[in-house]
């Protein structure tokens, strides 16, 4: 299955922006979908991910700010991002089972 990545942009801090990951076809036997992010000269980091039963982890420097879900019935994982901040500032990739998207650019700035 593939996964692709929608949603980014640019935003001032203080902003929102959702993220999208569509599965090219059934996600419900990928167990743990997860976003990662990897900002300039720092190494790729994840920042939340997502279990097939519900499941939900967060890391630290997001958590309150950023809620992932997940509908198998679409194929699709969301990444609602708020409160966004200058550190948010990132490439956005989506992953699961080895299987990365390409990406999308989020950029926080005024």
Known sequence: VQLVESGGGLVQPG????????????????YFIGWYRQAPG???????RATTDGGTFYADSIRGRFTISRDNAKNTV?????????????????????????????????
């Open 78 to 110: 969301t990444l609602q991002m708020n409160n966004l901040k200058v550190e948010d500032t990132a490439v956005y990739y989506c992953t699961s089972d080895g299987s990365w998207g390409q990406g999308t650019q989020v950029t926080v700035s005024s």
């Open 15 to 30: 902003g929102s922006l959702r993220l999208s990951c569509t599965g090219s076809g059934s996600i419900v036997d990928m």
């Open 42 to 48: 720092k190494q790729r980091e994840l920042v939340a």
